[in-house]
C-alpha cells in the first residue's frame, strides 16, 4: 500500500518524443512546489533529454537502465512504484503508449508503468498521423478504460513542419492536471468550489469602457489553490490571465455578464469565493460604435446606474452547506469595520480584507496581505507573501469552514433521527 506522506512524490516518465525538452519546464515547476520527483527517462526519450539536465532538476537520479551495473538493495522499479502517489508521463509517444497498452515491460519506462499502475496522466506528444492512427486511438481507448488520465494532444504545428492533433499539451496545463490528481485525497475533495477573478468592464461604446486596476491574479492564485486542494473549481474570470490548467475558466466582461455565470454556477456549489473587482456602477445606456468628440461637445455627462451585488443575490439564495468568501477592497484605514459590516450584511462566513491604499500588494502586485474577518467580528491576519501562498491560506480556512458546516449538519441530522 502507497503511505501518505507530507508531501506527494511523482514518478516523472519521458518518452521518446521531439516534444521532450518541455519535460524539463514541468519538473521544474513540480520541485519548486516541494513536490518529490523521481525521473524515468525511456531509451527513447534519452536521445531528446540529457540525463543530466532531468536529475539537475529533479534533484534525483534518473532511471536508465532496466537492469542497472550498481547493485542495490531493493529493485529500483519495484520500489519506485512503493513510494511513489502518481505516474506521470511527459511526452508520452505513440511507442510507449503501445507498450504501456501491451503490458510489456522492454524499456525503463514501460517497466515501471508496469509495476506502477494507476493513477497515471499521460500527456501524448507525437505526429498527428501518429496519433490519429487506428493502433493509437485503440491504445488509448483501452488505457483510459484503465483509470489512466490522458492530457491532450493539442492541435498545432508540428516540428515535422505539418499542422494537426498531437502537439504536445502546454506545460501549464499538464502541470495542473498533475495537482488537481494529487489533490484527489485532499481536504476539499469531491466539493465545487466557483472563484470569481478580475476586474469587470461596463462598456460606455464599442472602444471606451469603465474598469479598474485589478489584474486577476487573487482570483486565479485561488482558484489553482482550490484545486490542489482537491475541488472541482470554475473560475469565472474577467482577466485575460492564462487560466490555471484543470480549472474551467468561464470568461465574462460586465458585472451583469459575472452576475448570470457565478448564480448559475453557485447553485450546486459547495465554497463560492467572489474575489473579482467587480464595477459598482456601469453607463446606463450603451453607445453602438464609437462617441465623437464633435458629437459630445466641450462637455458631457455621462449617467451611471448601480451594477448587480452579487453577494447580495448569493445571501438570498443562500442554502445550507455552502460557504461564501467575500472580499473587501478598502482604502487606508477604517477598512476593517467595513469588512465587519459587509460580512455581516451580506451574509458571508469570511471577507478578506485588502488594503488597496498599499503600493507593494493588492492591484498589480504578485505580492498580497490580507485579514480575515468572520462574522463575529474576529479576525485572522495572513502575512504577507505571493499572491499563491495567500490563496493557499484563504482556501484552507475556507475548507476548515466547510468541514465545520458539514460536520453541524451532520451532527443535526443525527438529532433528528
Not at 94 to 118: E, H, M, Q, R, S
Not at 129 to 147: C, D, S
Not at 318 to 337: L, M, P, Q, S
Request: with cysteine; glycine share 10%; hydrophobic share 45%.
Amino acid at each position: 500500500m502507497r503511505s501518505a506522506k507530507p508531501m506527494p512524490t511523482v514518478l516523472f516518465g519521458i518518452s521518446g518524443s521531439i516534444a521532450a525538452f518541455k519535460a524539463l519546464e514541468v519538473i521544474r515547476l513540480l520541485v519548486a512546489d516541494g513536490i518529490d520527483v523521481y525521473p524515468v527517462i525511456s531509451a527513447g526519450g534519452a536521445r531528446f533529454v540529457t540525463r543530466t539536465s532531468v536529475e539537475a532538476l529533479a534533484g534525483r537520479p534518473a532511471v536508465t537502465e532496466i537492469f542497472p551495473e550498481a547493485a542495490r538493495r531493493e529493485i529500483e522499479h519495484i520500489a519506485l512504484a512503493r513510494k511513489a502517489d502518481l505516474l506521470v508521463t511527459c511526452p508520452a509517444s505513440a511507442d510507449i503508449i503501445a507498450k504501456y497498452a501491451a503490458g510489456l515491460a522492454d524499456d525503463p519506462l514501460a517497466l515501471v508503468a508496469l509495476a506502477f499502475g494507476t493513477p497515471h496522466i499521460i500527456a501524448p506528444g507525437m505526429n498527428h498521423r501518429m496519433w490519429e492512427h487506428p493502433a493509437t486511438r485503440a491504445n488509448v481507448a483501452l488505457l483510459t478504460e484503465r483509470g489512466c488520465v490522458f492530457v491532450g494532444p493539442e492541435k498545432g504545428l508540428m516540428a515535422c513542419g505539418e499542422e494537426g492533433w498531437g502537439r504536445l499539451a502546454d506545460t501549464d496545463v499538464i502541470y495542473g492536471h498533475i495537482r488537481a490528481e494529487l489533490g484527489r485525497s485532499g481536504p476539499l475533495a469531491g466539493s465545487k468550489v466557483v472563484v470569481t477573478g478580475g476586474a469587470t468592464r461596463e462598456r460606455i461604446d464599442d472602444v471606451r469602457h469603465i474598469t479598474n486596476r485589478s489584474t486577476g491574479r487573487m482570483g486565479h492564485a485561488l482558484a489553482a489553490a482550490a484545486r490542489d486542494l482537491g475541488a472541482s473549481v470554475v473560475l469565472v474570470t474577467s482577466s485575460d490571465l492564462k487560466p490555471p490548467g484543470a480549472v474551467v475558466a468561464l470568461n465574462v466582461e460586465s458585472a451583469a455578464d459575472m452576475r448570470d455565470a457565478v448564480l448559475r454556477e453557485s447553485a450546486d456549489a459547495d465554497i463560492v469565493v467572489m474575489a473579482a473587482a467587480v464595477a459598482d456602477f456601469a453607463p446606463a445606456e450603451r453607445v453602438e460604435g464609437k462617441i465623437k468628440k464633435k458629437d459630445a461637445g466641450d462637455t458631457s455627462r455621462l449617467e451611471l446606474i448601480r451594477t448587480p451585488d452579487i453577494l447580495v443575490e448569493l445571501a438570498g439564495m443562500k442554502r445550507k452547506g455552502r460557504v461564501v468568501v467575500g472580499f473587501a477592497a478598502e482604502y487606508g484605514a477604517g477598512g476593517e469595520e467595513e469588512a465587519v459590516r459587509k460580512c455581516r450584511e451580506k451574509a458571508c462566513d469570511m471577507v478578506c480584507l485588502n488594503d488597496i491604499s498599499r503600493e507593494d500588494i493588492g492591484f498589480g502586485s504578485e505580492m498580497n496581505e490580507i485579514v480575515l474577518i468572520f462574522p463575529d467580528g474576529s479576525r485572522k491576519p495572513v502575512a504577507k507573501g505571493a499572491k499563491a501562498e495567500v490563496a493557499r491560506a484563504v482556501m484552507a480556512e475556507g475548507a476548515d469552514l466547510l468541514k465545520k458546516l458539514i460536520q453541524a449538519a451532520n451532527a443535526l441530522a443525527t438529532q433528528i433521527l
